[in-house]
């Protein structure tokens, strides 16, 4: 039986980030529900994300994290938890973030969008449909300072 390596998929890397919404949704596998906070996505594939914030969250609470971001004028929602967690500065963090998606026709449409959206990007940076950073966006998310622990 042959195991697929998620991290082989099709990642695509991005010039400028997604601007994403992410909330605690679970701690050591109990319900929770945080305020929504916004985060840089710095590279998407099916299996997971790559993001920046300020936020710097324990990697022993068996977090469950929900994250929303726009592709094509569609709200993509899915799940994730932290699989790595890299200090970039005092006040950011990078994160590797494997999704937990358990709908197939959800992971088939996240697929279709990102193989759209890696066809588009050859021509340009940004598209106005999807959930780009602007500078604004960038500067509001790294001005952002607060704890989670």
């Known amino acids: 039986m042959s195991h697929i390596n998620k991290r082989s998929s099709f990642r695509l890397n991005l010039q ?3 601007s994403a919404l992410f909330k605690i949704i679970g701690i050591k596998n109990k319900a929770a529900d945080t305020k929504h906070s916004k985060i840089m ?3 998407i594939s099916a299996g997971g994300i790559r993001i920046h914030t300020p936020l710097n969250l324990p990697m022993d609470m068996n977090l469950l994290l929900e994250f929303t971001f726009l592709l094509f ?4 929602k899915v799940l994730g ?4 967690k890299m200090t970039l500065d005092t006040t950011l963090y990078e994160y590797g973030i494997e999704f937990s998606i358990a709908d197939p026709l959800v992971e088939q449409q996240l697929i279709r969008h990102l193989i759209q959206l890696s066809t588009r990007l050859k021509d340009t ?14 500067a509001d998310i790294l001005s952002t300072t ?4």
């Open 41 to 43: 996505i710095k590279d």
């Open 146 to 149: 607060y704890e989670i622990t």
């Open 16 to 18: 400028i980030p997604l």
């Open 73 to 76: 004028h569609q709200e993509m």
């Open 81 to 84: 938890v932290i699989k790595r």
């Open 125 to 138: 940076k940004m598209l106005a449909n999807c959930s780009f950073c602007s500078d604004e966006d960038i």
